[in-house]
C-alpha cells in the first residue's frame, strides 16, 4: 500500500511536532477545566496525524496550543513542552512565535464562513500572508493570490480574488481557507475539522484536495476530526482522545482491526454500516464528562462497557502494545481478544 | 445602488409631506399666533382681521398646507415674527448649529470610538469597569444639567471660557458647548464601541488573523474594527440629525443664536412661519443623514448591497 509505505519512510525521520505531556486548563468562574491532561504526540514529516475525538475531548484545544492562538485568559498551558523541529514554541518570545505561526506551521478552521473576515476580499486575505511575512508590494501579493486560488482549483480565480468569502460557496469557501494555509508553503498544517460544515459530497472533494496538496508539498499534517470516515482514507496514523487524555494512538490500519481500548470500540460501533440496516445504531452509553470534575481513575470508567473497580480507582497509563500501539485501558489485552470473537 | 437612491429619494416624499403637516397642525394647535403679536392687549379687531388676510390665515388650514409647500419649493420660507423673511434667520442659523454639530461628533468619534476600543480590548480591567460607570452617570444626568453645571464652574467660577457664546459662535467658543451636546451620545458611542469590540474579539476570523501571524495591531486594526467599528458609524451618521434638534437646550443654555434657538424663540411667539420653516429644514437634513447612513453601511459591510 501506497501510503503505509511513505508512513514507514517517515518514521525513521525525526518528527516535526513531537507534543509532550501538554496539559491546558481553562480557569473560568465555575472553577478550572482541565481541557488537556498530559497530551502526547509526534507528527513527522509528510505524515498525517489524526487526533479523534467526540467535542469537548481536548483535540482542538492541544491544536490551539499548538499554534499558540489559545484564548488566555481563561486558557493556559500549565505543563508540557511543544518541539517543532526541536525547538520548544512554549519558551519562545511572542514575536519569534508569531513569525512561526502561518508561515511555517498554519491552521485550516471548520467553519470558512465564520473563520474569513466578512469585510475584506478573499484576494487581500491571502495576500496579506505574502505582505505581512513576505513584505511584498500589493500588486505582488494579489498576482499570488490568484496562484493560489489555481492551486487549491478554485475556477475563474483572477475574477474572483476581488470577491468577499460571502460570495463563495461553501465548498469554494473552504478552498480559500486551505489556499490560505498553504500560501507560505509551512512545514505543518492543522486541520481543524475542515469538512465539518460541508456538504458530503463537498466533503470528499475537499479532503482529496488536501491529501494531494500534502503529498505535493510534503507537510505534516494533523487532521482533527470526529469523523471516522474521514480518516480512514487520508490518516497514517490515530489518536484517539477522551477527557483531554490520548486513550489510544494507533497506526490507521489496525485500529479500524483491533481497537485496543472500549472508547474506540464504541467509536466504531456506531458507524452505520449497510450490512446492519434495520438494527438499532450502537450508542456509547452516558454523557462526555464535566471537564471541571473529570471521573477518578479512567475518566472512561462510568461509560465503559469493561469497567471494574479497579478503574474506578487508578487511573491506567498509555501501556504500549506494540511499537506504534498504545492504549490507556487496564484490560486492552481483553479489549482486544473480545473484539476477534 | 444608482436606482436605490433615486427609490430612497422618492421614499422621502410621503415622509417628508407628513412631518410637514404634523407640524403644520400642530403649530395651528399652539394657538392663535395674530393674538401672539399683539401681547397681552386685545387685538384691533380691523387690524386682526388685516394681518389674518395677509398671512393666509382666514383660509382653511388644508389650503393654507399647500400654499406654504407650494411656497417653500419656489425658496420661499415666509417672514418671521420680527418682519425678516425666515430664509434669513436660516442663513444665519444654520451655519452657527452645523459648526456646533460637526464639532460635536468629532467629539463623538474621536473621544468615544477610542475610549470604547481602549476598553473592550481591556475588558473587566479597572479602566474599563471606571469607563462603563462614567458612561452610566453621563447617560443618566440630563443634558441641561450638564450644560449649567459646566457653565457655571468653567465660566462663572473658574472663568476659564466666556459662559455665554458671542453672536460669531467661534469655534474656540464652542468647544464647551459642543462637548455638552455630545455628552449623551458621547457615552452611548462608547458603550457600543466597547461592546462591538468585545464581541468580536472572540470572533473565529480574529483567531483565523491571529492564527495567520499577523502583527497584533494589525489584527485590531484591519480585522477587528473594520468589522466592530460598523454599528458604531452608523449610530453617529443617524445622530447628525438628533443632535442639531438637541441642540435647542445646548443653544439657550449658552445663549449660542442657531438653529435651536431660533427655533424656541419661534415657538415662544407663536411664529408659526420660523417653526415650520426651520423644522422642515431639520426633516430635510434628519432624512438625508439617515439616507447616507444606508448608503455608508453599504460601503463599510459589503454583505450589504441594495439592488
Not at chain 1, 494555509?181 to 509551512?186: F, G, I, M, S, V
Not at chain 1, 487524555?245 to 474506540?264: G, L
Not at chain 2, 443634558?143 to 462663572?156: A, D, E, I, K, M
Request: charged letters at 20%; one cysteine or more.
Amino acid at each position: 500500500m501506497d501510503e503505509g509505505a511513505t508512513a514507514t519512510a517517515a518514521q525513521d525521520e525525526p518528527p516535526l511536532l513531537d507534543v509532550r505531556d501538554l496539559h491546558v486548563e481553562f480557569r473560568t468562574r465555575d472553577g478550572v477545566a482541565r481541557a488537556v491532561n498530559g497530551v502526547s504526540y509526534a507528527v513527522r514529516p509528510r505524515q498525517t496525524l489524526a487526533v479523534l475525538g467526540e467535542s469537548g475531548s481536548g483535540k482542538s484545544v492541544t491544536a490551539q496550543a499548538v499554534m499558540g492562538i489559545l484564548d488566555s485568559p481563561p486558557g493556559f498551558v500549565t505543563r508540557g513542552e511543544i518541539l517543532f523541529r526541536g525547538e520548544d514554541l512554549l519558551t519562545m518570545g511572542a514575536e519569534e512565535r508569531r513569525r512561526v505561526r502561518g508561515a511555517r506551521m498554519a491552521m485550516i478552521f471548520q467553519d470558512a464562513l465564520s473563520a474569513l473576515n466578512p469585510v475584506l476580499t478573499v484576494g487581500e486575505q491571502l495576500g496579506e500572508m505574502f505582505r505581512v511575512h513576505r513584505g511584498m508590494s500589493r500588486k505582488d501579493a494579489r498576482a499570488r493570490a490568484v496562484e493560489l486560488m489555481d492551486r487549491v482549483r478554485i475556477p475563474a480565480a483572477r475574477d474572483r480574488v476581488g470577491q468577499y468569502p460571502h460570495q463563495f460557496s461553501g465548498g469554494m469557501r473552504q478552498r480559500v481557507m486551505i489556499a490560505m494555509a498553504l500560501a507560505l508553503e509551512p512545514e505543518l498544517i492543522i486541520a481543524d475539522e475542515p469538512t465539518t460544515a460541508l456538504d458530503v459530497t463537498v466533503q470528499a472533494q475537499v479532503m482529496e484536495l488536501l491529501a494531494e496538496l500534502q503529498r505535493e508539498y510534503g507537510m505534516g499534517l494533523i487532521l482533527i476530526t470526529h469523523d471516522l470516515g474521514v480518516v480512514a482514507d487520508v490518516a497514517d496514523h490515530i489518536a484517539v482522545m477522551y477527557a483531554g487524555r490520548i486513550v489510544e494512538t494507533a497506526p490507521v490500519h489496525e485500529i479500524y482491526k483491533r481497537p485496543a481500548h472500549p472508547y474506540t470500540k464504541g467509536l466504531l460501533e456506531s458507524i452505520p454500516r449497510l450490512d446492519q440496516k434495520g438494527r438499532e445504531l450502537y450508542a456509547i452509553k452516558g454523557l462526555p464528562p464535566n471537564l471541571l470534575n473529570i471521573p477518578t481513575g479512567c475518566a472512561f470508567h462510568p461509560r465503559c462497557p469493561l469497567a471494574r473497580d479497579v478503574c474506578a480507582t487508578d487511573e491506567p497509563e498509555l501501556y504500549r502494545i506494540s511499537a506504534r500501539r498504545g492504549s490507556a485501558c487496564h484490560f486492552w489485552r481483553e479489549c482486544l481478544g473480545e473484539h476477534q470473537r | 445602488m444608482g436606482r436605490y437612491v433615486i427609490r430612497r429619494l422618492l421614499q422621502m416624499i410621503p415622509v417628508f409631506a407628513g412631518t410637514t403637516v404634523l407640524i403644520f397642525v400642530m403649530v395651528y394647535a399652539l394657538g392663535d399666533p395674530v393674538q401672539a403679536r399683539c401681547g397681552d392687549r386685545a387685538c384691533d379687531p380691523a387690524t386682526a382681521a388685516q394681518i389674518r388676510h395677509d398671512l393666509y390665515l382666514d383660509h382653511p388650514l388644508w389650503q393654507q398646507y399647500l400654499r406654504y409647500m407650494g411656497q417653500i419649493f419656489r425658496g420661499d420660507f415666509g417672514v418671521a415674527w420680527n418682519g425678516r423673511p425666515v430664509t434669513e434667520l436660516l442663513a444665519s442659523a444654520l451655519p452657527v448649529t452645523l459648526r456646533l454639530t460637526v464639532l460635536a461628533i468629532l467629539f463623538e468619534i474621536v473621544i468615544g470610538i477610542t475610549l470604547g476600543v481602549l476598553t473592550g480590548l481591556r475588558r473587566g480591567r479597572p479602566a474599563d469597569t471606571a469607563t462603563l460607570l462614567g458612561t452610566l452617570l453621563v447617560i443618566s444626568v440630563p443634558t441641561f444639567v450638564t450644560g449649567y453645571v459646566l457653565q457655571y464652574l468653567l465660566g462663572v467660577k473658574w472663568n476659564l471660557i466666556a459662559p455665554s457664546v458671542s453672536s460669531e459662535a467661534r469655534f474656540d467658543e464652542l468647544i464647551v458647548p459642543a462637548l455638552v451636546l455630545a455628552l449623551t451620545s458621547l457615552a452611548y458611542v462608547t458603550r457600543l464601541s466597547r461592546t462591538s469590540v468585545v464581541e468580536n474579539i472572540r470572533a473565529d476570523y480574529v483567531r483565523t488573523a491571529v492564527a495567520k501571524g499577523l502583527p497584533r495591531r494589525r489584527v485590531i486594526t484591519r480585522h477587528l474594527l473594520r468589522n466592530s467599528l460598523i454599528p458604531v458609524v452608523t449610530f453617529i451618521g443617524t445622530d447628525i440629525g438628533a443632535l442639531m434638534g438637541g441642540a435647542i437646550v445646548t443653544e439657550r443654555i449658552f445663549n449660542i443664536h442657531g438653529v435651536g434657538y431660533q427655533l424656541y424663540q419661534g415657538i415662544l411667539r407663536l411664529d408659526s412661519a420660523t417653526v415650520v420653516g426651520f423644522v422642515t429644514i431639520l426633516v430635510i437634513v434628519f432624512l438625508l443623514a439617515n439616507l447616507l447612513v444606508d448608503l455608508l453601511y453599504a460601503v463599510l459591510d459589503p454583505r450589504i448591497r441594495y439592488a
